[in-house]
């Protein structure tokens, strides 16, 4: 496996040292590796989109060796508490402080789990001193047959934090979509939405306006639409951005040219994630060491990214405040 072993022995040092966040993470597409191993013992080296320089054919690709991997393990709410508390625990080790993590209605629409017992397992495997809010990941047809029933029953669910939209961003949004992100916010939940990572600025754009997502995940093709930029600037609304999985995923898109860097400079608040680490091998401390060596990002810049991950978090400001104080005395 070829990781992102930084040429500057003091870089993974001083990006361990900051606190920092991950908004941006499919619980499924976390699950460790070697809890894999324990129910696939066929595989007995890591895939081969873990090296470097891997490049996905397309989505499809991505989501079936996904999907054959995730649902191997996500089996019971038991199997997504065992993953949970591995992968929170990975996140601690890495003076990761708070975690946005998303499962997918998959689970429920096709193998008959329960949601609410999958969320509460997942709360249950929150280790003290890691803030953690779980979102419920759904598809553009991830409201047919029973889960119009399950989606409504999920806005009354007290753990969970908010919706996110998933899936092949080029499915229909379907009519059922904006009333439903409109009701999650009546009911007090956080509204995201995938977008811009295989469609491009107009589909941000029109997620915007039709859903109004408090949060776009990835939004990496905004940056071809300098309305739309300036859109989501107007509205405050920060990107949790994937430079390695864009990098191994989005056609014409690598970590020398992630327009990260575009949107950055133009006044954008982003954040950095792992989005499924199972398919890219990669953690949150490679994601800012990547962007320091390929990329050009300063250490300043790391700091203002990690940053932005507390500005943006589902905390209070007293429970961001310590964080928000670590980063400007790095800063200085
Ligand atoms: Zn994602």
Known sequence: MVKNISTNPSLPDFV?????????LHLEGALPFELLQRVR?????????WAHNFKFRDFGHFEK???DMAFSWFTSPERYHEAAKLIFAKHVAQNVKYVETSF???GIEFLGLNGREVLAAIRAAVPAGLGVRVFFGIHHNGAGGKMQAVLDEALTWNELAGVDLHGFEDAPVEAWTAPYWQAARRAGKYTKAHAGEFMGADFVRRILDELEPQRIEHGTRSVEDAGVVAEIKRRGIALDMCPISNHKLMPGISLGNHPIRRLLDAGVKVTVSTDDPICFGNTVTDEYVALAERAGFSRKELVQLARNGFEVALMSAAQKKPWLDQLDAALR
């Not at 361990?16 to 941006?24: A, D, G």
Request: proline share 17%; charged share 20%.
């Open 16 to 24: 361990q040292s900051l606190p920092k966040t991950e908004t941006h």
């Open 65 to 67: 060796e996904l999907l």
């Open 41 to 49: 013992p066929e595989f007995k080296q890591p895939p081969a989109s």
């Open 104 to 106: 997918a209605s998959g």
